[in-house]
């Protein structure tokens, strides 16, 4: 009986969504991960079992395989000699590493911003560069707009409120116009509404939400300004209706301003007195993605002076919040329970496209030939 081939091995980049591939491709992987995994898409998708069938079986050679997770360059340095196929969220691939792994035939971008990659260098490798376009960025980008309608419709804080009663609870003076002269459009008299037409969204990071974000805010007819660490080249940003604005003329210029970047050393605090202060009066604030980036006492402060126009968030400084959380007391302020990535489906297709990327482009013929 011949000898049974090595597994494929994958390096996979440990994010927490593409963990989810370490189970995908590895039967043994950890059962508490595996465990972990079923938890997360029971609210959508009660069992996972035949998902993972249908996905595996696009796998073809590829499955089962050895996956490495890897969580720094380092690690993935270390691990690249050995990888038939990487894929990465943002560990850099250049031609270092590409030199450092012989046998690798494919890097796989979960998400379309190839930043991180050397894409010249893995042209001049022959080397595969696959991407996807990450169904859960547009469902987050749609939560955007869906705080933001929230606040400038004041949607939330007048739900349910019909009756002159209670809109007069609110503070508003409802009073039916003369219908036979005017239209009866907004008799409730509820002040401060506006609309996205007009306004000039500022994006604070223009990465996979970022550029879901900008085309959908030029369709409404928002002026799109972004910043960045990095500038874009223009071929990236024209098409998106994106142009790049200093940090502190973004704060200035923006009547919203949209945080999509990640939680990190350099981001924490990144909002704060300074930057409230230098907001236009009125601004909308929008975060989803993690919220220890704006400095919590100056938020409510911002809130409390009335500087601040309103805030929507969708990730909160403990999860689950605290019951006497604040924020919540604030009628300019919309707080969802971190539920922008919506439908698990959309980040279950992602992952299956992944899947089909790699074994579309990293065939293993001794795999395939292998009888025992």
Known sequence: ?????????????????????????????????????????????PDISDWLAEVRATAGALYPADVRMVGDQAALHAALPDADAVVVEGLKIGADELAAAPKLRMVQKFG????????????????????????????????????????????????????????????FKPKMYDTR????????????????????????????????????????????????????????????????????????????????????????????AREFALMKPGAYLINISRAPIVDRAALIQALESGHLGGAGFDVHYTEP??????????????????????NRQRGMDDLAEVVTSLAGCVAIPWRASFHP
Not at 223 to 237: A, E, G, M
Request: charged fraction near 20%.
């Open 321 to 342: 919040g605290d019951p006497d959380e604040p924020l919540k007391h604030f009628p300019n302020v919309v707080l969802t329970p971190h539920t922008a990535p919506a």
């Open 112 to 171: 379309i911003d190839t930043r991180n990659i050397d894409l010249a260098a893995c042209a001049a490798a022959n080397m595969q560069v696959g991407t996807v376009r990450r169904r859960t960025s547009g469902a987050v980008c749609e939560q955007v707009f869906a705080l933001l309608f929230a606040l400038t419709r004041k949607i939330c804080l007048t739900d349910g409120h019909l009756d002159m009663d209670s809109l007069t609870g609110l503070g």
């Open 1 to 45: 009986m011949p000898t049974p081939p090595a597994l494929p091995i994958i390096v996979i980049e440990d994010d927490k969504i593409l963990r989810a591939l370490q189970v995908i491709f590895d039967p043994t992987t950890d059962p508490e991960r595996q465990a972990g995994l079923q938890d997360y898409f029971a609210v959508d998708v």
């Open 181 to 272: 002269h005017v239209s009866g459009a907004n008799w409730a008299r509820v002040t401060g509404l506006r609309t996205l037409e007009g306004m000039t969204l500022g994006l604070i990071g223009l990465g996979e939400i970022g550029r879901e974000l900008a085309p959908r805010a030029a369709a409404f007819g928002m002026k799109v300004l972004y910043n960045q660490r990095t500038r874009l080249p223009d071929d990236i940003t024209a098409p998106l209706g994106a142009t790049y604005a200093p940090f502190d003329e973004i704060l200035e210029q923006s009547d919203t301003i949209s945080l999509q970047v990640p939680l990190n050393a350099s981001t924490e605090g990144l909002i704060g």
